[in-house]
């Protein structure tokens, strides 16, 4: 019965999209489209979409006998639930075609020579949103090197080598931008503009998803992904995820022309323009690893490899795959990942569970996202390990994770899980952290594996008695962030709350009494200190592990800048 509703359903799905297209004069449609050759005959043919409408269906009749995805993405866009009937129609192709392989050759083959509007009849895009007035901006403390940053919080992306501290970073229209600072001379070279982002284009809103990240490889040329939230319709179709390319912004590759010199880029075509979230590390034997998100919401997890001495990616390899639910298919299991570089040879990938919808039903308090999960990338091989050594085929999957990465689970502690972090601690066990968004206020809180299993709730590791002061020796009560700057723990950077409600970034001094517990800090010296502002910062260090400078994100209101510390100064361009 169930399989004979579903052959209906398909039927009439058939006859609507018949429907839905027939609205694009067939006229148009040969005019745009691109003539094929019969290789047997000589003579040029169409696929007419009456051709691409009896494929198509077949393939859904075929699927929806075990895929019951496919019935109530029909439902949904017949009651034109939360969308139009047309977006339906997109997201429905876009879950085939990521879905079932066998369906990208033929509507690679229909959609030659036709645009994204000769096919999809969507006249306005609820997902794109259209830029405001300029804002007022505040006026920010002298000392910066960037120009205003529309919309990123984050202190980019900075590496150190030979002397020099490179930052990249999204600048103006969140194009990506790099910058040099020589620490012998003090001189800065640039900003330069690397490429061109799509995000932020043609009366979009600002949009800071596409923030770049930056490596440097073994012959001295700089590699720059940047600009992804999902691709651009003029794309296509994702043949690397489920979800459509709704979002906008075209990920991007560009390459230094010149090694060792940041003034001019070119781009490579190497990386699919559908993903975003770009994180990176480089091994020691050159190669280099960037980790991103193959597309929207309900997409994979992937990665990229640049082999020492190659200026290209290899073929991505996908590490996690989206999950429908069974019961209700409009619920699908994803995940968030976090990269952390452990040892020359290993990468930490840890992640939570995202519950995502086709219905694009998201809600600003992120009340959707639970558990934490630890695997281990052995760069030698390229192979995936849990923390007890056994070997995980790829992809990952929700049902696969919880059976065998799972760390903490926040469902049955009744908690939500907001991020995740691999750590590498001293005794050498593996180990993890996670920051828990529910119940308030957020905290991190870390887990350790000994003796076969894991310990989660523990406290991150200096945070249970930590205390610091400022110039004049009075408690502060609010520490938003400090990093030690060096191995001996002498002086830290430090941004904190005062007691007139500025937010402050200053580098403070250890005053811990030999035998005393926990940690103390006093601050030596402030250096940019505003009322109703917030700050981010991120410690440059060279090989050895020693802090070279920190890169400060002061943002008030709509206005941001970027500065740097180095040597005991704030360092203005």
């Not at 997890?301 to 409009?330: A, C, N």
């Amino acid at each position: 019965m169930i399989v004979k509703k579903l052959f209906i359903a398909t039927l009439i799905l058939g006859c609507l999209i018949n429907a839905l297209v027939a609205k694009t004069e067939v006229s148009t449609i040969k005019s745009n489209a691109r003539n094929f050759t019969n290789k047997e005959s000589g003579t040029q043919v169409l696929m007419s979409e009456e051709a691409f409408l009896k494929k198509r269906a077949a393939l859904i009749i075929k699927h929806s006998h075990h895929d019951v995805t496919f019935a109530a993405l029909h439902k949904a866009m017949e009651n034109e639930d939360t969308l139009s009937a047309e977006f339906w129609h997109w997201k429905i192709d876009q879950y085939l075609y990521g879905q079932y392989t066998e369906f990208q050759a033929i509507y690679d083959m229909y959609k030659k020579g036709r645009t994204f509007e000769d096919i999809y009849n969507i006249s306005d895009d609820p997902f794109i949103g259209k830029a405001g007035p300029a804002p007022t901006l505040h006026k920010l403390p002298d000392g910066h090197f960037s120009d205003y940053l529309p919309m990123s919080r984050t202190p980019g992306d900075s590496h150190y080598n030979a002397g020099k501290i490179y930052i990249a970073y999204e600048g103006a229209l969140t194009d990506p931008y790099i910058a040099s600072f020589d620490i012998q001379t003090h001189q800065w070279d640039g900003p330069y503009k690397a490429g061109h982002s799509t995000l932020s284009k043609n009366g979009r809103k600002l949009d800071s998803h596409g923030y770049p990240t930056m490596q440097q490889d073994v012959n001295g040329y700089f590699h720059i992904t940047f600009g992804g939230h999902g691709g651009e319709k003029e794309d296509g179709l994702n043949p690397l995820s489920i979800d459509t390319a709704h979002a906008g912004g075209r990920f991007t590759h560009v390459v230094s022309d010149k090694p060792n010199d940041i003034s001019s880029f070119s781009q490579q075509h190497d990386v699919s323009p559908f993903a975003s979230y770009a994180q990176s590390s480089k091994m020691p034997n050159g190669d280099i690893y960037f980790f991103t998100r193959a597309g929207t919401h309900k997409s994979p997890w992937i990665y990229y490899k640049l082999k020492s001495g190659k200026k290209t990616f290899e073929p991505p390899v996908i590490i996690t795959w989206p999950t429908v639910h069974k019961d209700d298919p409009m619920k699908v299991d994803m995940f968030y990942i976090k990269t952390f570089k452990a040892s020359d040879t290993d990468i930490l990938v840890t992640s939570m569970h995202h519950l995502c919808n086709f219905k694009e039903i998201h809600t600003k308090r992120h009340d959707d996202r639970f558990n934490a999960y630890y695997m281990r990338l052995d760069t030698t091989t390229d192979t995936f390990y849990n923390v007890k050594g056994e070997e995980l085929t790829l992809p990952i999957t929700k049902p696969i994770a919880d059976i065998q990465t799972l760390v903490y689970d926040s469902v049955s502690a009744g908690t939500i899980v907001n991020d995740t972090l691999g750590l590498m601690l001293q005794d050498g066990k593996p180990a993890m952290s996670y920051e828990i968004r529910h119940p308030e206020p957020r905290h991190w809180k870390m887990a350790t594996y000994e003796d076969g299993k894991w310990t989660s709730e523990q406290p991150m590791p200096g945070t249970m008695v930590w205390t610091l002061a400022d110039i004049n020796g009075q408690p502060i009560n609010t520490i938003m962030s400090l990093q030690k700057l060096d191995s001996n723990s002498e002086s830290a950077a430090v941004i904190y709350r005062n007691a007139e409600r500025e937010t402050v970034f200053a580098i403070a001094t250890n005053t811990q009494k030999e035998g005393a517990e926990g940690q103390s800090w006093t601050v030596e010296r402030e250096h940019l200190a505003l009322t109703n502002a917030g700050m981010r910062m991120e410690v440059v260090r060279n090989d050895s592990g020693g802090a070279v400078g920190v890169v400060v994100n002061v943002s008030k209101g709509k206005a941001r800048r970027l500065y740097l510390w180095h040597d005991g100064e704030i360092r203005p361009r």
